[in-house]
């Protein structure tokens, strides 16, 4: 496998796509009072999730990017927990919490699927 920029991973991409349809969705679902709380907390959880999969790929070391990746795995869990927080305050129905829970099963997938590759590499 050649050298991929970060934002080139398909997991990358995958979870980029994720972070920007949380963050629609905040916009538009979640009232303005919650702005500085459930608002605030959802889009730095999505937003790290793709910060920290382009932190771990610029340290250059399988180890270390293993790291980060459970660190975004982290992140993506938070945020679903966020989108059950918002379905339990009825600010998204159950439909659109079910689209994201199909979102994040993809980006799961992708970032294990991921973590175990950057073993392998490691092991190599």
Not at 14 to 21: G, N, P, V, Y
Not at 44 to 53: E, N, Q, V, Y
Not at 98 to 122: H, P, T, V
Request: hydrophobic residues 30%.
């Amino acid at each position: 496998m050649s050298y991929q920029n970060f934002y080139e991973l398909d997991v990358y991409i995958k979870c980029r796509e994720f972070r920007k349809t949380v963050e629609s969705l905040v916009k538009t679902s979640i009232p303005n009072k919650e702005k500085y709380l459930l608002i605030s907390q959802i889009t730095d959880s999505a937003r790290s999730i793709t910060a920290t999969i382009a932190e771990g790929h610029g340290r250059f070391h399988y180890q270390e990017n293993i790291q980060f990746c459970r660190i975004a795995r982290g992140s993506l869990s938070e945020t679903l927990e966020h989108l059950i927080c918002a379905f339990d305050n009825n600010y998204i129905s159950k439909e659109i919490l079910q689209q994201m829970k199909s979102q994040y099963d993809i980006c799961l997938k992708s970032l294990n699927g991921y973590i175990a590759y950057l073993k392998r590499k490691k092991n190599e």
